[in-house]
């Protein structure tokens, strides 16, 4: 799970270089996102 997390915010960061509000507001984003998609992904497949 850390995994999709880390992947998310770093993703985040990228993006928080070129688009506003900036790094922290998209690194939360990513890290949220990454941990939605690692849920979606366990319920889907279940052995994932």
């Known amino acids: 799970m ?3 997390i880390l992947i998310g ?7 928080g270089h070129l688009i506003p ?7 939360v984003v ?3 996102s ?5 849920y ?3 319920r889907k497949y279940k052995n994932f």
Do not use: K
Request: hydrophobic share 50%.
């Open 2 to 4: 850390a995994t999709y």
């Open 9 to 15: 915010a770093v993703l985040g960061i990228i993006v």
């Open 21 to 27: 509000p900036g790094h922290f507001f998209w690194f």
């Open 30 to 32: 990513g890290g949220i």
């Open 34 to 38: 990454g941990y939605v998609g690692q």
């Open 40 to 42: 979606y992904m366990s």
